[in-house]
């Protein structure tokens, strides 16, 4: 998906909803045009540092280890994979790294300089989904779900829909008022209505689920 070409997409893809499936009129009617606004400048390797330093963790202890990785490397906007490769483990330890996590970033460093994961994004570009999802997931620490919010969030993918994800099961629950959570098998089966713009599902659902 070209940047250029996004903010005409989301446009159509909310027309397409409304006309699919009632429950979509409603939300979109409820929250307004979908604003889902991915960071294009991002490269992938970037994105999935960041993902696994917010992984179980609140937003703001993420931010202040993030920040503290990024300060460790002064020369350098972003950590590099030699940066990950050669800092100490005493180093990652004490911008407040899990042994954990410290492994699955070298890891991450490790296979991105072997070529698996790309530096830049046109390495993804020619790439379906499920081709990408099958790539990354073979770096320690990367399961489908994070993998499906680089799709949506970093490269700008319009058609997936993270069934595993809390926030956007629990929006389709309400916003249909289930009792009991929609399971992820079900939620697939009813996304299939909303190809191809199930990203743009997936965003009315989380807003759903963010209403008190």
């Not at 979109?28 to 991002?42: D, E, M, T, V």
């Not at 917010?54 to 280890?65: D, E, N, P, R, V």
């Not at 099958?134 to 969030?153: C, D, H, P, S, Y």
Request: glycine residues 8%; positive net charge.
């Amino acid at each position: 998906m070209a940047q250029s070409d996004f903010a005409e997409q989301l446009a159509l893809g909310d027309k397409r909803l409304s006309r699919a499936d009632p429950l979509m009129r409603r939300l979109i009617k409820r929250h307004g045009p979908c604003a889902l606004a991915p960071a294009w400048r991002r490269p992938p390797f970037e994105a999935l540092v960041r993902a696994i330093i917010y992984q179980q963790l609140h937003g703001k202890a993420a931010a202040t280890i993030l920040q503290r990785l990024i300060d460790l490397f002064p020369d350098a906007r972003f950590p590099t994979p030699s940066h990950l490769l050669e800092a100490s483990d005493e180093d990652l330890r004490g911008v407040g790294l899990s042994r954990q996590k410290s492994g699955y970033l070298r890891d991450l460093a490790l296979r991105t300089e072997q070529g698996l994961v790309p530096l830049r994004r046109v390495g993804l570009a020619r790439a379906s989904d499920e081709e990408i999802v099958a790539r990354l997931t073979e770096v320690k620490g990367i399961g489908r779900w994070t993998v499906e919010m680089l799709l949506i969030f970093t490269l700008g993918r319009l058609d997936v829909l993270p069934v595993d994800d809390f926030g956007v099961r629990k929006g389709y629950s309400r916003a249909t008022g289930r009792e009991s959570q929609v399971s992820a098998g079900e939620l697939h089966q009813i996304g299939e209505a909303w190809a191809p713009w199930r990203s743009i599902a997936a965003w009315y659902l989380w807003r759903e689920s963010e209403v008190k």
